[in-house]
């Protein structure tokens, strides 16, 4: 059973940066894909990116430009570096993974592995 570890959160002022890792336990597969959420007390759930074992990328139109999403294989690590921060990416993120299904250019229709989250917080 995969599992999944995020690390990476924190409080920083806006303007600031920050790195998520998300790592993959327990995972032997070379096909996958894997994406970003985050949700803020009150709203709901938003994917924020997503990226596949071919490296195609997609992002939520509000973070295009300011995060990166990007995987280390040799690792079962995921990234999500977050730049020019801002008070509105306040929110708890979370990884998630599919390792079958299907997936079409980066977006995953089938996300069945969750982790606990990690929270981020943007001051003023």
């Known amino acids: 059973q995969v599992q999944l570890e995020e690390s990476g959160g924190g409080s920083v002022q806006a303007g600031g940066s920050l790195r998520l890792s998300c790592a993959a336990i327990?995972?032997?597969?070379?096909?996958?894909?894997m994406a970003w959420f985050r949700q803020a007390p009150g709203k709901e759930r938003e994917e924020v990116a997503s990226?596949?074992?071919?490296?195609?990328?997609r992002y939520a139109d509000s973070v295009k430009g300011r995060f990166t999403i990007s995987q280390d294989n040799a690792k079962n690590t995921l990234y999500l570096e977050m730049h020019s921060l801002e008070p509105d990416d306040t929110a708890m993120y979370y990884c998630?993974?599919?390792?079958?299904?299907?997936?079409?250019?980066?977006?995953?229709?089938?996300?069945?592995?969750w982790g606990r989250g990690t929270l981020v917080t943007i001051s003023s």
């Open positions: 327990g995972t032997r597969y070379s096909m996958y894909c």
């Open positions: 998630a993974a599919q390792y079958g299904g299907s997936w079409i250019g980066g977006r995953c229709y089938g996300l069945d592995h």
């Open positions: 990226i596949d074992s071919d490296g195609y990328t």
